[in-house]
């Protein structure tokens, strides 16, 4: 299992648009992945998951990964939040 905290600075939070690149992301890796925030886990491959934590700006969240590529995964994942989904 790895695990990486990564904060969302987009404007939006992971609503609507980035929240689509964010699972079509993580549906890139075998492994199983979730997203957690205040102790609420999800899958991060699923949109309704990802949108019902309710994720906005300043949030700080938690990736993590399991399985063969999890490192990668989570990786990508928090470069993706990092750039600001390239708002």
Not at 23 to 51: H, M, T, Y
């Amino acid at each position: 299992m790895f695990m990486k905290e990564t904060t969302v600075n987009n404007q939006v939070g992971l609503h609507a648009r980035p929240a689509t690149f964010f699972i079509q992301k993580a549906n890139e890796f075998r492994c199983s992945v979730w997203v957690e925030k205040d102790e609420r886990r999800v899958n991060a491959k699923s949109l309704l998951g990802v949108l019902s934590l309710g994720i906005v700006k300043g949030t700080t969240i938690k990736l993590i990964g399991d399985g063969p590529d999890e490192e990668s995964a989570v990786n990508a994942l928090v470069e993706l939040i990092n750039s600001d989904f390239s708002e």
